[in-house]
């Protein structure tokens, strides 16, 4: 049997045993992030078994206050990433693409974005497709905006397609750079 990456909400329920309530609360504190919000609700199967972690911490007394800060501080680890691409610590992340740790830190506490994932360890670690992401927020910050009205833009819109369109702009810009470059030998 083939295993489904998005699930309905009816079936996060089921899987999970929680109410639609405390999902919803989950989402709205940005511990769970859906793969769809409008028109209805879809989710990832693999964040069944971070709500099942996110149900143990409560069972164990933990305040939402507490499980939202080791959400994101700390993070549940994930068995594996079924995504396939590379994943980096924030060092090797931050060298490749030239970038300041600092700042992916602090746009982090902000609620720019999260890491892809967390090791067993704690670590943060970043997958290559967030550049996409971290040059949209680059890109606004040139254009006067401030992180505040950056995060309300990135909370208030539908990232993949925006980051989806960035990534074309970017293919098509390398497509033509050849182009211009014949041009130019030809003058």
Not at 30 to 38: H, L, R, S, T
Request: glycine share 4%.
């Amino acid at each position: 049997m083939e295993k489904k990456n998005i699930i309905s909400l009816s079936e996060m329920l089921r899987e999970t045993n929680i109410s639609l309530d405390f999902l919803l609360k989950l989402v709205q504190r940005k511990i769970i992030f859906p793969a769809q919000k409008e028109p209805e609700l879809f989710f990832f199967s693999k964040d069944i078994q971070k709500v099942k972690k996110i149900v143990e911490l409560k069972q164990l007394g933990f305040t939402d206050y507490e499980i939202t800060k080791i959400s994101r501080e700390v993070g549940f680890p994930h068995e594996k990433d079924d995504g396939g691409e590379k994943l980096y610590s924030i060092g090797e992340f931050c060298k490749k693409y030239n970038l300041s740790a600092r700042r992916i830190k602090y746009w982090e506490e902000v609620g720019l974005f999260f890491p892809a994932v967390r090791s067993k360890g704690g670590v943060r670690l970043y997958k290559d497709s967030l550049i996409i992401h971290i040059n949209f927020i680059k890109n606004l910050q040139k254009l006067g905006f401030d992180l505040e009205q950056i995060k309300y833009i990135i909370e208030n819109s539908d990232i993949q397609k925006i980051e989806n369109r960035i990534k074309e702009i970017y293919d098509t810009i390398n497509d033509v750079k050849p182009i211009i470059k014949n041009i130019k030998k030809l003058k």
